[in-house]
């Protein structure tokens, strides 16, 4: 709890907007707190003269801030003003910034007809351009580095064709696409361009040794000072140092695309340029928040100029392959490629690089061979090309091919430092180790970035070629060297140790988190729990691998050591927020929301109010289906940060099931509607504009078409999805789910089968599979299905669950006691694994009723309405078993609870009037058939029901006439029999 608030302390209070108000008492404060006045993000100092001190973390308020979180509360705007009017207002000089929070494939790829030759034709055409550029005044000083400008020959057969004619996108071309797509992107403009200031403002370039290897992104504000001919000269400097192959070049080449986007932002080439720098440079970068600000920052300036041009595709590329989404980029560089493969595209020459890259990872040596080859042919004399595509033939035993590779390369650059490596590798192969040898020692003696496999394969050998040569001091300096590039290498490590080296173990903790971060992104989660599992032994004070090896333990569907690995983070740093939000989440996916909402006060009690805990939240209260809730906390966090894709769709979900589950009998109760439905649209759209590589987001918008334009419009935008992300299972789940919702089962179990056959292990895809057989009635092959989905995690009871219930609804006729004895089982077990699991107390209450253990089923029911008060079926399932005890008086109490939750039942009321009329209440009986009447006139149960109160009451009559009408309304009813002679009985007497 929090101290105690003394009431006579003045506080100041400095808003988001940097004005100072006060001073206010303690209680005014707290109230502001309750009431949504303020939001917890506000600084606060005590009157007259202490220090500002975050509100969330001021422990007199704790209290109010938990109660605004467990209450929360819309702002009253009228109250705003109020205090506004009764305060003294201190505008600061600079108010200050919030921050942010941070398949196989052998197709052979199609040619690019005549592309090399407007290559030639482009970087020719530049340099003449470039030649006129007006020279500097005199003591002016140079705007950008000065590298000399490649002259015509070879060293310019460089990347680009004639921009004026083809490439650059005219003003004009722009105006007409935007027109087309201006309904969906155009509102988003804004949006947009603050976000990418807000990316900026975290951004900070400085020189490469300090911070070394950075991404640097355009800096937006800057003042434009260059002609365009001097943009031309950067654009060709950067191209020449792209074209010589070495990291350091490319990263060099940021400098002069940065410049120039900001002195021609809308130059899509430049932009693009930037994007596919950025993508070679992304493997040897810290690979940070702010290196991957910088990708979506570019990204976002290509979609706002064109958000359908094949740059903006090329960048939005880029960004999925740094965001660990390589499927979905692949189809997006796919796309790009089969549908340009007729026009001139400047780019095209990375995106073959890209796609061999991809498929190299997977291991298709084959196929990326053929796109390495299209690479280096679009893009003649490229360095880095020629050295992946030299590699390729290496791994695949092509030492001739290599060979001649690697000697291509000198030939161009006699230096080049991974050509040296590879050619010292290929003599080792061929000739013999003397000249191996010379190539590794003047490969060494360069400084110089090279992949990391390729280099340490490199140092190895070179290693053993020394220890073989007996000279071990250089072998061991050799060995130094390489552990500072791979702390963590096994084999180098051990001739380290051998040569009486020390394992020193100098940043393995960090090169282990990086590399499962490697793993993570690849969707390897399973190599990437156990490389962050390794860092956290080295360092137990590092919060962070434990973090990531719960994330990574949770993909694989290992929920309760995911648990055990949240927990050792937060004890790490009992601080850190993320941890607690991630606890919360894992929890209320196991439907235990008390203690996700426990976790997320310990949470703030620990570090304060702030987006993680709210965002959570917000999650918590959705996954309660408390979708109002769920939108107040979102909407909460999303003033804290506006830019959160994740929260945008959650937001745009609750609306969208608000909107469709929501009457519409008033003028009221339509508005309403609308405003749910137009917050839908808001939230999506900005969600798919900010991530559109993001599934989520893109399956959340199609949500709101369906909403907004029905079945079809969503339907074939699902289809869209697929076929621009063909390798991007989540749209596919999307759209097997949506042909649930549509009842469209046997399309949805031909969708989920097509994924469990690529994907045996996807859980979503079996539970969808089972699902959808159940509901064609192929009940033994739901059971597999459900079966397979508990096998990959015993600690998730859903699959249980969900294949006892099938055993309780289907027992079928023979050994139907042996089925509801077998279900029971599985609902014990599911109980014992997860107490908080919906309903199974209910289920376990069913099973005792079927099997006459009436007491038990009562106790169970119990339990069941302590958790779940608001739900109507505890006292459904109590009223029939006191109804089987011929308890008629408990019966038609539990009876008029369950319709209270239920009252649209006619059938409860009929059954209710049943245990009314035993208990000899006719008169309450009565009453609760004439309400059944008015719901549904022509259910027929309702005049039996009445004519077994007509006869007890002695009017035979009315009896004999309800009990012929029910008859005539159910003709073929299963008791007309017994009813026929009831007539009979009646009229004869």
């Given at each position: ?663 519409s009998r008033t003028k009221e109760e339509e508005n309403r509607k609308a405003k749910y439905l137009e917050d839908a649209q808001k939230y999506s ?195 029939t078993v006191y109804n089987a005890k011929e308890q008629y008086k408990e019966c038609a109490a539990e009876y008029s609870q369950g319709i209270r ?89």
């Open positions: 709890m929090g101290k105690r608030v003394n009431f006579n302390d003045q506080w100041r209070i400095k808003m988001e907007n940097g004005q100072i108000k006060g001073p206010f008492p303690s209680e005014s404060i707290s109230k502001m707190i309750v009431e949504g006045i303020l939001s917890g993000q506000e600084e606060v100092a005590q009157h007259p003269s202490a220090e500002w001190r975050p509100l969330s973390k001021v422990h007199e308020f704790y209290e109010a801030l938990l109660e605004s979180l467990e209450n929360p509360t819309e702002r009253d705007e009228k109250k705003a003003l109020k205090m506004d009017a009764e305060t003294q207002i201190q505008a600061q000089s600079t108010p200050k910034k919030a921050p942010l929070k941070e398949e196989a494939d052998d197709v052979e790829p199609k040619p690019i007809p005549e592309f090399k030759d407007d290559i030639k034709q482009f970087v020719q055409d530049e340099i003449k351009k470039a030649s006129n550029a007006p020279a500097l005044v005199p003591g002016q000083t140079p705007r950008s580095p000065q590298l000399p400008v490649a002259a015509p020959g070879a060293e310019t057969d460089a990347l680009l064709k004639a921009r004026d004619e083809q490439l650059t996108i005219e003003m004009q071309q722009l105006k007409t696409i935007q027109a087309r797509e201006s309904k969906k992107f155009i509102p988003f403009v804004a949006i947009i361009l603050a976000v990418i200031v807000g990316f900026y403002f975290l951004l900070s370039a400085g020189d490469k040794k300090s911070n070394g290897w950075v991404l640097i992104a355009p800096n937006r504000g800057a003042e434009k000072k260059l002609t365009e001919n001097e943009v031309r000269i950067l654009k060709t400097r950067a191209i020449t140092l792209i074209k010589s192959g070495t990291l350091e070049n490319t990263r060099d080449s940021q400098k002069f695309l940065a410049q120039a986007s900001e002195n021609a932002p809308n130059d899509l080439e430049v932009l693009g340029l930037l994007c596919v720098a950025y993508e070679q440079l992304w493997p040897y970068t810290k690979q940070n928040s702010n290196d991957l600000k910088a990708i979506t920052m570019v990204t976002q300036m290509s979609r706002t100029i064109n958000p359908i041009s094949n740059y903006s595709d090329t960048c939005q590329s880029v960004y999925l392959l740094a965001k660990g989404q390589p499927r979905d980029a692949r189809g997006l560089i796919e796309k790009t490629l089969d549908q340009q493969a007729g026009e001139r595209f400047i780019l095209f020459p990375f995106l073959y690089l890209m796609k061999g890259q991809i498929l190299e990872e997977m291991q298709n040596h084959i196929s990326a061979e053929a796109y390495y080859v299209e690479a280096v042919k679009s893009f003649p004399g490229w360095a880095w090309a020629e050295f992946a595509l030299a590699r390729s033939y290496y791994k695949q035993g092509k030492i001739n091919e290599a060979k001649d590779a690697y000697t291509n390369i000198l030939r161009d650059y006699p230096e080049y430092k991974g050509a040296l490596y590879g050619m010292g590798l290929v003599e080792l192969k061929t000739s013999g180790t003397d000249k191996a040898l010379s190539y590794f020692t003047r490969a060494y003696a360069i400084d110089g970035k090279l992949p990391k496999s390729f280099h340490m394969d490199a140092l190895q050998e070179y290693m053993q070629l020394l220890i073989s040569k007996k000279d071990s001091s250089k072998a061991l300096d050799v060995g130094q060297f390489a552990l500072t590039i791979s702390p963590s290498h096994r084999a180098i490590k051990e001739l380290v140790m051998s040569l009486g080296g020390e394992d020193r173990g100098n940043n393995q903790s960090a090169e282990l988190v990086f590399l499962g971060d490697q793993f993570a992104r690849s969707g390897d989660h399973l190599a990437a729990q156990a490389q962050y599992k390794a860092a956290f032994e080295f360092d137990k004070s590092n919060a962070e691998p434990a973090l990531k090896a719960a994330k990574s333990l949770w993909a694989i569907n290992q929920s309760r050591e995911a648990l055990t690995w949240v927990d050792r983070a937060i004890k790490a740093d009992p601080k850190l927020s993320q941890a607690y939000a991630q606890k919360a989440d894992y929890l209320s996916q196991k439907y235990a929301f008390g203690e996700a909402s426990k976790t997320l006060q310990d949470a703030m009690r620990a570090g304060g109010l702030n987006f993680d805990v709210v965002k959570t939240q917000a999650l918590v209260e959705y996954r309660k289906n408390s979708m109002n809730t769920a939108i107040t906390y979102g909407e909460k966090a999303i003033k804290m940060y506006d830019a959160d894709t994740e929260l945008l769709s959650l937001i745009a979900n609750a609306n969208i099931n608000l909107f469709l589950n929501s009457p759209s900005k969600a798919v504009d900010l991530e559109p590589g993001k599934p989520e987001a893109q399956i959340t918008y199609s949500k709101y078409l369906y909403a907004k334009q029905g079945n079809i419009a969503a339907e074939t935008n699902f289809k869209k999805l697929i076929e621009t992300f063909p390798y991007t299972i989540d749209y596919r789940l999307g759209l097997a789910d949506f042909y649930e919702l549509q009842e469209k089962y046997r399309s949805a179990s031909e969708i989920y089968a097509q994924i469990v056959e690529t994907d045996p292990k996807n859980k979503k895809a079996l539970m969808g599979l089972a699902h959808s057989n159940q509901f064609m009635n192929e009940i033994k092959i739901a059971q597999k299905y459900y079966m397979d989905a508990a096998v990959l995690d015993p600690s998730d009871v859903e699959p249980l669950f969900a294949t006892a219930q099938l055993e309780l609804e289907n027992p079928g006729s023979k050994d139907a006691s042996a089925v509801i004895q077998s279900a029971y089982k599985k609902f014990e077990m599911v109980k014992r694994v997860n107490p908080s699991y919906p309903r199974i107390s209910y289920f376990l209450a069913r099973c005792h009723f079927e099997m006459g253990e009436f007491d038990k089923a009562l106790e169970m029911i119990k339990d069941e309405k302590t958790k779940n008060p608001g739900i109507a079926d505890p006292y459904l399932l109590a009223a939750l239920r009252p649209t039942s006619a059938d409860l009321y009929v059954k209710a009037a049943n245990c009314y009329r035993k208990s000899d209440a006719f008169d309450i009986a009565a009453d609760m058939l004439d309400i059944a009447r008015q719901k549904e006139s022509g259910f027929a149960p309702i005049y039996k029901e009445k004519a077994y109160i007509m006869e007890a009451q002695g009017d035979r009559k009315s009896a004999r006439e309800l009990f012929q009408l029910y008859i005539e309304l159910s003709p073929n009813a299963l008791d007309r029999k017994q009813i026929e002679d009831k007539i009979s009985s009646l009229r004869g007497n």
